[in-house]
């Protein structure tokens, strides 16, 4: 996927843990696996948003 250059400031990326687009029958492990990985990788995300050290493009 191409992104602009400034388009990584605002992209919370979340690793699928090899989930597809198209998988709909996963497992209840690989939901709670999904979900931890979202959840994680927001935390991670707002964590470099906040910091005062960072200076992402689109913080008010």
Do not use: Q, V
């Not at 090899?18 to 696996?33: C, L, R, V």
Request: some cysteine; hydrophobic content about 30%; aromatic content about 12%.
């Amino acid at each position: 996927m191409h992104l602009h250059s400034d388009d990584w400031h605002r992209t919370l990326y979340i690793d699928s843990k090899g989930a597809g687009t198209t998988d709909f029958d996963i497992s209840e492990a690989n939901k709670k696996a999904l979900e931890k990985s979202g959840h994680d990788c927001a935390k991670i995300y707002f964590k470099w948003f906040n910091d005062k050290k960072s200076a992402p493009i689109n913080r008010p």
